[in-house]
């Protein structure tokens, strides 16, 4: 049994950080350093600096800050308001039609930031009060929020698709690609609900009474300010897709479209650009320590053996490829009580992804299958991370009970979504083998 | 005290502000590249790499900025239960790992730097070859920002911790 104490002590030290709420950076690099000190010897601690410098000189990380950046732009300059009085308008007469715009809104506000789900609840919160002034129900006001903000996750450009990308060595043009239709699956299937529902039960999502609603040409007038972002984005995507320029050279046009976009509209100036450097400052170091803590924690991990232990039981558990499966979704079910995102995919994707790919499963398919799960755990009751957070945030009548209840659809849906991509990874593949060809 | 602590607290503010400049710089870089590439077709050796010299300053110096403003993402389910004197005394404890990652990284950080100047280690493999220490010396500069901004945090801590009062 001695051979599993390094891995007792590293997941020791990631529980007392969840106990103590330790920054997940420190404690993630401070259990590895114990650890090693005890089972390798004060002449392995130099990794720290090795493994930090390491992450510090990776080519595919450099788009994350700039899409970070791109998407601080954009946010800055107001589009996000402009999203939602377009959204608000053009949905609202139907019945259910604010709640649907809710969830494509924060899909599409995710799209643009990448960051994680608890940033986008922010800015889907705006649209609680609205929603519960116009009389919506509570069941169906704040599940479109939080499920629209969690396929942030998914739909590119996604951070957590290009940080799964610099682990598992795969491209993040594919990865983009592979979470396309998943992403639109999830939306179309939302939206559906949504409808369907406030069609039998007009009384919990009535429409837009018609003295609120504004007619056809100053719908159009709100969408000037959609236009140019809209156009930037795709320009991103597509020129990735087309095979013209890297990520990386992608995501800096981005920025410097949103930026002359910005100056178009008339609202560039001096301290919008300083507000977007300094968040976007922020929110990249923020990533980049956690990724450096947990940079160290697998480097560990993987010395002390940690990986070859997991999986000789996982494949000795599991005698068939759906086992596997099976207990590596549980995992993530489980773990995402607990961790953020980000620290999940860095600990978890190392250890799985070599059994996957032993198994011959595309990385690609897995990767999108993964992001596909994760954001579902965030919303996992009765403990989903995002659900705490949505706490938080809403206003004092929303009881916890309203949260579970509302939320718990959703999570059928992202389970249905899940065994989709599962037993048919087509769903997944079709894309990225279109668009770069077959490998 | 308090004018040391806060002069602490300057630097961290500051230095973040200096660097979050270089993702202009950076996306400057590239766009640069991008036009060469498209418009003469003359591709640079150096854009990549340099933009990657300061994406990794441009990472870790944002350390003592993020601790500042506490942003460093924890989870704080069980640890907001608590009063502030509670997370006070915790956070006491918990610093104490936090000086052990932090010193190792400003003592392994200065290792590796001085053994890139010494070596004259570059980029490789690379067309360009770039030195490589002037990003490895951000290390252990941004572990000294780091470090000096949490003995500033560790100080209040104990301070709130013994006496249940906030140094103002």
């Known amino acids: 049994m001695t051979e599993w104490l390094p891995i007792l002590v590293l997941l020791s030290g990631l529980a007392f950080g ?40 990776s080519m595919v990380l450099i788009a994350m800050p700039l899409f970070i950046f791109m998407a601080c732009v954009l946010e800055k300059s107001g589009v996000t ?46 649209a609680l009060p609205i929603m519960l002034k116009q009389g919506y129900g509570k069941s169906i006001a704040i599940g479109p929020i939080l499920a629209g903000g969690a396929l942030g996750l998914l739909i590119p450009p996604s951070i957590s698709l290009i940080i799964y990308g610099m682990i598992a060595r795969v491209s993040i043009g594919r990865l983009f690609a592979g979470g396309i239709l998943p992403g639109l699956l999830l939306t179309f299937l939302y939206v559906s609900y949504i409808g369907i529902r ?25 969408t000037s300010g959609l236009i140019l972002p809209v156009l930037i984005i795709s320009a991103v995507l597509g020129s990735i897709f087309a095979g013209i320029a890297s990520p990386t050279e992608a995501a800096a046009v981005g920025a410097g479209g949103a930026l002359a976009s910005a100056a178009i509209h008339r609202r560039l100036n001096w301290q919008l650009v300083k507000d977007a450097c300094y968040r976007a400052m922020a929110i990249n170091g923020m990533i980049m320590w956690i990724l450096f803590g947990a940079s160290c924690f697998t480097s560990i991990f993987f010395r002390t053996g ?80 995002t659900l705490f957070y949505m706490k938080g945030v809403a206003p004092p009548e929303v009881s916890m009970g309203d949260i579970y209840r509302s939320i718990i659809p959703f999570v059928c849906i992202q389970l249905a979504v899940v065994m989709a991509i599962l037993f048919f990874p087509q769903i997944v593949l079709w894309l990225p083998d279109v668009v770069f060809g077959l490998r | 005290m308090k004018r040391v602590l806060a002069g602490i607290d300057f630097v961290s503010e500051w230095s973040g502000k200096l660097v979050s400049v270089l993702i202009v710089f950076i996306m400057a870089i590239l766009l640069l590249e991008v036009a060469l590439r498209f418009a003469f077709n003359a591709p640079t050796i150096w854009a990549h790499e ?14 003592a900025y993020v601790l500042l403003h506490n942003q460093h993402v924890k989870i704080d389910l069980i640890y907001l239960r608590f009063s502030t004197r509670g997370r006070a005394i915790i956070d006491t404890f ?17 290792m590796i730097a001085w053994r890139a100047v010494e070596l004259r280690q570059a980029v490789s493999p690379s067309p360009w070859g770039s030195p490589i220490w002037p990003t490895k010396l951000t290390v252990p500069i941004a572990a000294l920002l780091i470090l000096a901004q949490g003995l500033a945090n560790f ?8 006496t249940g009062k906030e140094l103002t």
Not at chain 1, 198 to 222: C, G, N, T
Not at chain 1, 307 to 335: H, M, R
Not at chain 1, 377 to 383: A, I, K, V
Request: aromatic residues 14%; charged residues 10%; glycine residues 8%.
């Open chain 1, 18 to 57: 969840l106990i103590t709420g330790f920054p997940m950076a420190f404690t993630l690099a401070s259990s590895s350093i114990i650890a090693s000190w005890i089972f390798i010897g004060p002449q392995s601690l130099p990794y720290v600096a090795t493994n930090v410098f390491g992450m510090m000189s």
């Open chain 1, 81 to 126: 308001q402009d999203l939602y009085a377009f959204m608000h308008q053009l949905l609202g007469p139907l019945r259910g039609g604010l709640s649907m715009g809710t969830v494509l809104i924060c899909a599409i506000i995710a799209a643009m930031s990448g960051v994680s789900t608890t940033g986008v609840v922010t800015m889907g919160i705006i």
């Open chain 1, 198 to 222: 406030s069609y039998f039960q007009p009384h919990i999502a009535p429409a837009l009474p018609p003295d609120k609603r504004v007619p056809m040409k100053e719908k159009i007038a709100l």
């Open chain 1, 306 to 385: 940690g990986q070859d232990l997991i999986s000789d039981v996982i494949i000795g558990v599991a005698s068939e490829p759906i086992y596997v499966f099976i207990i590596i979704l549980v995992t993530l079910i489980v773990l995402g009580f607990f961790l953020d995102e980000i620290t999940q995919i860095m600990i978890t994707v190392p250890v799985f992804l070599p059994i996957i790919v032993e198994l011959g499963y595309d990385p690609v398919w897995f990767g999108v299958l993964f992001m596909t799960q994760v954001q579902m755990d965030y919303l996992t009751p009765p403990f989903g991370f």
């Open chain 2, 50 to 63: 340099l933009s990657m010299h300061f994406f990794g300053a441009y990472s870790v110096l944002a350390g």
């Open chain 2, 94 to 110: 918990t610093y104490l790992l936090f000086f052990l990652f932090i010193g190792l990284l400003l003592r392994y950080g200065i």
């Open chain 2, 155 to 162: 100080i209040r801590t104990v301070k709130l911790a013994v």
